[in-house]
């Protein structure tokens, strides 16, 4: 059925429940990290490109836009909020109902003027790129679009989008974030810092629930579990099972809840093949699929040697830590682990491509590369400095990588540090809550140390 059999009436009233011209009374919410880095592009000519997990608040974030623009002299008239998951434009997704859409906005709310488009859940339609490229070129407006999935920027779209948009990620709450929207002050500041258990509290938070923005602002904790596993669910049919026409749902649902209950462990392909008995090939299709999807991330081993690095399993982090531990049908793993995830999340939402593990003799954690070379590695710990023996094992990994990438800084992230006298450390070392609230910037957290020098805190 194509889009010629909704009337405009019809159209007006499907776009009337999304848009402030009509009956939304759209809440903005507290304002995102990426907000900010978004105002400046409100009117440059590329197209913007919100991508990530579904429920992590790319509508949020165009609401949150608009306010500005509004605020700036813009008529609520001037916004077209298309949200392509709307019931009643199901069996019309096409080329033609952008179309009739945006003529209709054109003809009917908005005839003359700088406009701004935003188009939720573009992946919907097909095509979209080429229709979003002609009206960028030929209309006096700026358009955003969001979408669930990271091939949203595919190879394909970029090179036909060349020069004309930007990408950004909106991801769930980073620590930070969840630390303003809880009106706790952050240890990233610590003179300014609010009491330290409730710092703790609210880490301990974090590592169960994660970051989703609903899910953070929920005080029910049964009401909490509904929603991830609706997350869940929502992530695994709509935009992966659908996307990629999977028929076998049990078995696609199963390797994802191994995954996700697997974070920060190694896995190969093969093991999964072994496991799950089905080929290696659709293992790494169907991982490939996950990760897409923003349910699961794979960190490589580094080597400059491309061949080496395939060979050699990778280590799954959870996208969502509360993703994790709503549906893992095992026992909770280590703490250790879900810190570990966490400062893995941190710092991929800089940039995951400079992201890596380690191992030689013992393991490291992280390595965070730039350019060609590796400026940082990083061990996380839960109560692994408190006892001499552990303390020299997670030592003992960053002093041997220190030897093979000599211009990197060390870092240890603990749950917990030592207490004064109990020794020096030989690296710097800090707490998890400080480190996660200051994010991938954390390495101005701790001085610049060589094995040898002390610990802060």
């Known amino acids: 059925m194509t889009a ?47 991508i990530g997990p579904r429920r992590a608040g790319k509508s949020t974030v165009l609401y949150q836009l608009m306010d500005v623009l509004e605020a700036a002299g813009a008529p609520r008239e001037a916004f077209l ?125 974090y590592l169960r629930w994660g970051g989703f923005p609903e899910v953070v602002l929920t005080p029910d904790a049964e009401r909490k579990k ?33 995954l996700l209950a697997q974070t920060a462990s190694l896995v190969s392909f093969q093991r999964l093949a072994n496991v799950f008995e089905i080929s290696k090939t659709m293992v790494s299709a169907y991982c490939h699929y996950l990760a897409e999807a923003y349910l699961v991330s794979f960190l490589p081993f580094y080597t400059l040697k491309s061949a080496e690095r395939l060979r050699r399993p990778s280590k799954v982090h959870a996208i969502d830590l509360g993703l994790r531990n709503a549906v893992s049908l095992s026992a909770a793993p280590d703490r250790g682990r879900l810190m570990e995830t966490a400062v893995h999340n941190a710092l991929a939402r800089e940039s995951s491509e400079g992201l890596f593990y380690w191992k030689g003799e013992g393991e490291v954690d992280l390595a965070v590369r730039r350019g060609l070379d590796i400026e940082r590695l990083i061990q996380v710990t839960d109560e692994g400095l408190l006892e001499p023996a552990s303390r020299r094992r997670e030592v003992a990994a960053l002093v041997e990588a220190s030897s093979v990438f000599p211009g990197a800084e060390t870092l240890v992230v603990a749950g917990a540090l030592p207490p004064p ?32 020098g002390g610990a802060t805190t």
């Open 421 to 452: 006298g109990l020794g020096e450390l030989g690296v710097p070392a800090i707490a998890v809550g400080r480190f996660l609230a200051r994010g991938s910037h954390s390495r101005t957290a701790a001085p610049s140390a060589r094995p040898g």
């Open 4 to 50: 010629t059999n909704l009337s405009r009436a019809d159209l007006i009233r499907a776009l009337s429940r999304w848009n402030r011209w009509g009956e939304a009374r759209l809440d903005a919410g507290h304002v995102r990290d990426v907000t900010a880095t978004l105002h400046r592009h409100l009117d440059t000519p590329e197209v913007i490109a919100l």
């Open 81 to 205: 909020h298309v949200n392509l998951e709307e019931p009643g434009f199901g069996a019309h997704l096409g080329l033609d109902l952008l179309e009739r859409v945006y003529d209709t906005w054109r003809a009917e709310v908005f005839p003359e003027g700088r406009g701004w488009l935003f188009l939720d859940e573009v992946q919907r339609v097909s095509d979209w790129e080429r229709w979003v490229r002609a009206r960028g070129e030929t209309e006096d407006v700026k358009i955003f679009v969001t979408g669930s999935s990271s091939a949203l920027m595919s190879s394909e779209l970029a090179t036909l989008l060349t020069g004309r948009h930007l990408t950004f990620r909106v991801l769930p709450l980073s620590f930070g974030e969840v630390l303003r929207f809880r009106g706790i002050r952050s240890p990233s500041r610590p003179r300014l810092a609010d009491d330290p258990a409730r710092i703790r509290n609210a880490v301990a938070e």
């Open 226 to 258: 509904d929603l991830l596993r609706q997350y869940f669910d929502d992530i695994l049919f709509k935009d992966v099972a659908l996307r990629h026409q999977i028929r076998d749902l049990p078995l696609l649902r199963n390797l994802a809840v191994y």
